[in-house]
């Protein structure tokens, strides 16, 4: 019996229906937590669990806003336009390559905002947030494979030559180069908070 092979086409539908429901749901309880706290500065949030996972700490941090509204509420908006470009994609859409440039430049805009607030977490508030790592998390892994996607669908052109070996060894190893950066990312944070869970082991 014959297998299909799956491809990016076909799984990249259900990674952005997935990444984008559980950002989704980061982003609602990390914007309901935001809510609260406008409300009352002594509420505590569910996930405030050491002085390290301290979600009160981040969401009170000053500068937490674009436009006069908190982050999160802005994920509210990308994760539901995610979810519908890949059930879009499932039901058989077909976007045009301006679409698909657009989400490009939209979703490295994110991703570099998500990577920014991690800056800020672990340098300046020297606090990390549950629901925002998961952000971070799928934020990342949908951006990846976005951009792989353009790749592969020539809606990102690249230039002839050892650029294209190297894209190739790239897609041989798209996943192993996924872990690597999430290992880099958790050794150089756990670093940092060594003083912290060092003497917790």
């Known amino acids: 019996?014959?297998?299909?092979?799956?491809?990016?086409?076909?799984?990249?539908?259900?990674?952005?229906?997935?990444g984008g429901t559980i950002g989704l749901i980061?982003?609602?309880?990390?914007?309901?937590?935001t809510l609260k706290i406008s409300a009352?500065?002594?509420?505590?949030?569910?996930?405030?669990?050491?002085?390290v996972l301290s979600c009160g700490s981040v969401i009170n941090a000053t500068g937490d806003h674009l436009f006069?509204?908190?982050?999160?509420?802005?994920?509210?908006?990308?994760?539901?336009?995610?979810?519908t470009v890949g059930a879009s994609m499932l039901a058989g859409a077909v976007f045009k390559r301006w679409?698909?440039?657009g989400l490009q430049a939209g979703a490295i805009l994110g991703l570099c905002s998500a990577y920014w607030l991690l800056f800020k977490s672990v340098h300046v508030i020297h606090a990390l947030c549950p629901y925002c790592l998961t952000v971070d998390i799928f934020t990342?892994?949908?951006?990846?494979?976005?951009?792989l996607y353009n790749i592969d669908q020539k809606n990102i052109r690249l230039?002839?030559?050892?650029?294209?070996?190297?894209?190739?060894?790239?897609?041989?190893?798209?996943?192993?180069l996924l872990v690597l950066w999430f290992l880099?990312?958790?050794?150089?944070?756990?670093?940092?908070?060594?003083?912290?869970y060092g003497k917790h082991l």
Do not use: E
């Open 99 to 101: 679409f698909w440039l």
């Open 68 to 83: 006069g509204l908190p982050y999160p509420f802005f994920g509210i908006a990308v994760f539901a336009v995610l979810i």
């Open 40 to 51: 009352n500065p002594h509420y505590a949030p569910a996930c405030s669990l050491n002085p």
């Open 159 to 176: 230039p002839k030559g050892q650029t294209q070996a190297v894209y190739v060894w790239i897609r041989r190893h798209h996943l192993d």
């Open 26 to 33: 980061a982003s609602l309880i990390l914007s309901y937590d």
């Open 184 to 196: 880099i990312i958790i050794a150089l944070v756990l670093k940092h908070f060594w003083y912290y």
């Open 1 to 18: 019996m014959a297998t299909k092979k799956l491809t990016l086409q076909k799984v990249l539908p259900f990674i952005l229906i997935v």
């Open 140 to 147: 990342t892994i949908m951006v990846w494979y976005i951009t």
